[in-house]
């Protein structure tokens, strides 16, 4: 076979076992409730003054 070939016939037999649950991703697994909160000391007119200060650089 050269690059990119294929056995078609390898292709059609293939079957997927959907019912193993040992390797099922937990998608709830990681869910967080509750808050966050970020301070970082700057007020906005500072914070957007910094960032004119980078584009400009």
């Known amino acids: 076979m050269g690059f990119g070939s294929y056995?078609?016939?390898e292709q059609e037999n293939q079957q997927l076992d959907m019912n193993d649950g040992d390797d099922a991703v937990d998608a709830d697994g990681g869910t967080h409730e509750g808050t966050v909160e970020f301070d970082n000391g700057a007020?906005?007119?500072?914070?957007l003054d910094r960032l004119?200060?980078?584009k400009d650089d």
Do not use: A, H
């Not at 007020?43 to 914070?47: A, F, G, K, R, V």
């Open 52 to 54: 004119q200060d980078i």
């Open 43 to 47: 007020s906005n007119d500072e914070l």
């Open 7 to 9: 056995d078609e016939s």
